[in-house]
């Protein structure tokens, strides 16, 4: 068990992360500005925020230094949205090959980055693929890279091994093996990874998704259309990456399952994979953050019981449901939480979230009074597109101004405190969800039901 002390470091460290990420990526010289169109976007990537795209340049280059030399192959590269940025980051002598089975995307990425950077291709690849290239003639599970033996210093593939069976996940993690250079090949991957913690949080709808339906030993989310989202056996991928040649890899979660993830960005499970003996890169400059905000803040979280590797996912809740309370306020409606003498007490009035353009957020068809959970790249791309170069010391801000609405809605759904108003008079429990660190609710005494059940009468 941390100390307290220890515990507030580590909460102190992951809010600068967080701040991090809320913060405009990293301006490159030379960066290109080009950007592809949202229908394309959501097609390929299901979200719109570059960030992201920086955020997997990040693991790709990071960490273990490219030689000066270095060939990188972006298997299921889209549109480009990771070569966007690695555009701006890789050296002439650097080259990048992106190979993908959409042809809408792969044009769009040689107009666009290709036609600027002479060391950037992007070819398309004939491989079936029921939701980018359902007449495609090749089979995933016998696609051979277009690469020598040991030819690669990188091989990424980000949001590809969601989409395709295992089968070929076994192919493609067998063809990385051998296409990447013995000393200094890095593969990086996203999965969605199923082990016992997260079949229970998906059994208790706690994940993205349900994953219903059973295809092999992987679980997907849509039995006509299963390619869309497939989960496998964690287990299961592991003796292939051994088996391959990958001794030494580590899964970083994200938080797609419900499981706790310290960065925003970090939806799907990240695997990353060396051979070799890890040259360390040289190290990033450090994000100017507000430390004594952020330690301020993190001593608040720590003294509610929130652990470090829930604060992403607690604040995006957090966010979520300020969002969702501005929401209802507009309608008629608001939020109360009653005191411990009874009486009520309206929310704050959350001035700086009042700031923020949100009307994308929650759908139109959302119904009146009902609570709409946003994902975090919502949430992140209304706060870029408001304030598109936001301060450390803003974000905090903000990031104070719902964590403290958040602790106090928080005690109050654990206390049953927590009620909506009704335009036309009364009031119901707030439709709220409780926040992914939330403890179960403590014994409550036969005297306190009592009073608890005489105060929901007296209101009705």
Same mark, same amino acid.
């Given at each position: 068990?941390?100390?307290? @002390? ?15 990420a809320?913060?405009?990526a ?25 960030r ?9 280059v ?22 966007l940025?690695?555009?701006?980051r890789?050296?002439?002598?650097q ?6 089975p ?28 029921? $939701? ?5 003639e ?10 020598? @033996?040991h ?32 000393d ?11 082990? $016992? ?34 989960a ?18 580590e ?18 499970d990240?695997?990353?994979?060396d051979?070799?003996t890890v040259?360390?890169a ?12 952020h330690?301020s ?14 604060i992403?996912?607690?604040l995006?809740w ?42 994308t ?9 009902a ?8 949430l992140?791309?209304?706060?870029r597109?408001?304030?598109p ?12 101004e ?7 809605? @928080? ?7 927590a009620?909506?108003?009704? $335009? ?5 429990p ?10 179960p ?17 007296r209101?009705?």
């Open positions: 068990m941390p100390t307290p @002390d220890t515990a507030v470091a580590v909460l102190t460290s992951a809010l600068s992360e967080l701040t991090s809320l913060s405009p990293p301006s490159h010289e030379g960066a290109i500005t080009a950007v592809a169109p949202e229908s394309l976007q959501h097609k390929l990537n299901g979200g719109t925020e570059a992201i795209g920086a955020h997997y340049a990040d693991v790709v990071q960490e273990r230094a490219l030689p000066a030399d270095a060939r990188v192959l972006d298997l299921g590269c889209g549109f480009g949205r990771v070569a940025d690695l555009a701006s890789l050296t002439d002598d080259a990048y090959f992106g190979l993908d959409n042809a809408e995307a792969i044009a769009w990425a040689r107009e666009n980055i290709a036609s600027r950077r002479a060391n950037f291709t992007f070819d398309l690849i004939d491989v079936v693929s029921q $939701p980018y290239n359902p007449d495609g090749l089979v995933g599970a016998r696609y051979a890279f277009p690469f020598d @033996d030819s690669l210093d990188r091989v990424f593939m980000i949001s590809v091994l969601t989409h395709v069976d295992l089968a070929t996940v076994r192919n493609y993690l067998e063809e990385a093996a051998r296409t990447l250079k013995p200094t090949g890095r593969l990086v991957a996203t999965f969605f990874l199923l082990d $016992p913690e997260v079949e229970k949080l998906v059994a208790a709808g706690r994940s993205a998704y349900l994953l219903p339906w059973q295809l092999g030993e992987s679980r997907v989310e849509n039995r006509e259309n299963p390619e869309l989202v497939i496998h056996p964690r287990e299961r991928v592991e003796d292939i990456l051994r088996d391959a040649g990958f001794a030494n890899f899964v970083r979660q994200g938080h797609w399952s419900g499981r706790p993830s310290t960065s925003l960005l970090d939806y799907q990240v695997l990353v994979a051979f070799g040259t360390p040289p190290p990033r400059a450090e994000v100017p953050t507000a430390t004594a905000e330690e803040l993190a001593e608040l979280l720590h003294e509610h019981g929130v652990a470090a590797g829930h992403a996912s607690y995006v957090a966010l979520s449901t300020a969002v969702n309370a501005l929401r209802w306020q507009e309608q008629g409606h608001g939020v109360l939480l009653e005191d411990e003498a009874g009486g009520e007490v309206a929310v704050t009035t959350l001035e700086r979230v009042r700031g923020l353009d949100f009307a957020c929650i759908p139109s068809t959302t119904p009146f009074g609570y709409f959970p946003i994902g975090e790249t919502a992140l791309t209304a706060i597109e408001t304030s170069e936001p301060t450390a010391a803003q974000l905090v801000e903000l990031l104070g719902v964590a403290h609405f958040a602790l106090a809605v @928080d005690r109050a759904l654990l206390e049953g405190r009620f909506q108003s009704q $335009p036309g008079g009364g009031q119901r707030a439709p709220i969800p409780a926040p992914p660190t939330a403890a609710a403590p014994p409550r005494t036969a005297r306190s039901r009592v009073e608890a059940f005489l105060t929901r009468f209101r009705s």
